[in-house]
């Protein structure tokens, strides 16, 4: 495969996703918001910190003034050995001193560091799991794993090195550049008419770096949501015999992100150099005039070395500094998409005030509903439901007429786009989102077993619920004796997705799950799809006690699953063609009659 028609495909591929490059200037205010993370920590580790750094920051700008100055000015040239002697003492005990200080701030910034970086991810996955289901519509797995795991992982330094070195640095380089101002002000302002032009040369280079750590975290969600979609989907990959192909499209995706890291990395090793050739312009200016100025009797030799020594650290905090700007330019990219996701609003709130459902009934109404998830295609049309206390209610219909939408509805993962959807008369967009789906119990098709026990699984709906509880959960639904069977019955742990157990088997631990959880309010979404038919008998049996008092709402195409509801709803492209139990649908003979007698037509042919 040639290398633009990979990229086409690439791009083919991603051409729907959320993530780009976002344009915007450097912003403070930004920064400042990330850095309002360590407000928890103002009275504690920050302060602390801050402590260590001003006291190592002060002990090296003593230093040279002890070297030159009064060690070699007075000490030597008075030849004072007292006095040279007890110099000495004080430069080893300052070194001392500030080793240990130093000590204790990277000590305490790693915690202050790693203390945020909890709490950003805690915030950011809390968030996330608060969004409404059209944010996860919309957005890949991958590509949500990303920025909570590498976006925040990206911050790590800054909040450890990156914030304590600035201050270090810029406390550093004000101290050195007032003593070598008061020393002498001539060499001082010959050596740093140079920062100007290193300033304007690296502030060129910042927009592009910004941009480049961008494209590095967009192809780095790329990659990850490419992993995510190849090791879900493996199986159809065997099965299609398309490990080649996949291959060489991950093989397209990984060379994008090395690529955008090469480039970015590029940018960043720029900034090193310069500041390096700057030091060696000023060193050599340094030489030239201070040799000038010690001749000319302007300046004694101990405050030449004095200021070599300060030169030496003016360049040092110089170069840091463009390297935390560089994290601070990494920062900016992720923290970027991160509150992109934090700025993110559940499409589906509560009022100020939401109404507490404590108790329901169950009774469920459906007044002119209209929906549409895309703003353009309706998946409902204006539909009138009327469903009573405890009654069994089926949906059914061809493939989009709207049955999983009216199930989405009553959970309230989506708000109806006209019309009213209530329980016992009562708006859901009035009810806490909390205490309605407290109430509410749901089994899909597509079964999601956590990694854990079986145990752990079916108390997934109740965890404070007892394991005769849960034993009698099973034991309802015809799971218990499969569980038994287990290594170690219901203590044995499942593998992520429930991989050891049967599409079947893990029907039955969602059905234990659901029911575990007690709802008022039980929605069967194709739940007997994947269950053979001697299984079906018997939860179909279980069921029947199970499902009394609780209004259950199942939406099956296994038309057998359902003959014993007591009211049906016939659904065609979002409306509602008829209504009424079995017997009487059949006798109409219309779409219901159709959908029953070409299901047997198909059996029959079978």
Known sequence: MKKNEKQEIINNRFQ???????????NWKQMLRLFSYMKPYGKGLLPLSIMMVLINTAIRLVIPIIIGVYTLDKALVDKDMSLLIILVGVIAGLYVISYIANYFRIKWMNTLGQSVIYDLRKHLFTHVQSLSHRFFDQRSAGSILVRIMNDINSLQELFTNGVINLLMDIILLIGIFVILFVMSPELTLAIMILLPIMFFISTSLRRNIRRSWQTVRLKQSKLNSHLNESIQGIRITQSFHQQ????????GVNTETFESWRVASQKNAMFRPIVEMTNAVGTAVLIWYGAHLIQAGTISIGVFVSFAFYLGMFWEPISRLGMVYN??????????????????????????????????????QFKNVEFSYNGERKALKGINLDMKAGETVALVGHTGSGKTTIANLVSRFYDPTSGAVTIDGVDLRDVSLLSLRTQISIVLQDTFIFSGTISDNIRFGNPMSTMEDVVAAAKAVGAHSFIEKLPKGYLTEVEERGNILSVGERQLLSFARALLADP?????????????????????????????????????HRLSTIRDAEKIFVLDHGNVKEQGNHNELMELKGEYYNLVKAQFNMLDAG
Do not use: W
């Open 16 to 26: 729907y996703s959320t993530d780009e490059v976002i344009e915007k200037p450097f």
């Open 244 to 251: 080649k192909e996949n291959m060489q499209f991950f093989d």
């Open 327 to 364: 994290q601070l330019l990494i920062g900016m990219a992720s923290s970027e998409r991160i509150f992109e996701y934090l700025d993110e609003k559940p499409i589906v709130s509560e009022t100020k005030h939401p109404q507490q459902f404590n108790q329901i009934e169950g009774c469920i």
């Open 520 to 556: 008022k309010i039980l929605i069967l979404d194709e739940a007997t799809a994947s269950i053979d038919t001697e299984t079906e008998m018997k939860i179909q049996k279980a069921l029947k006690t199970l499902l009394k008092g609780r209004t259950s709402i199942i939406i099956a």
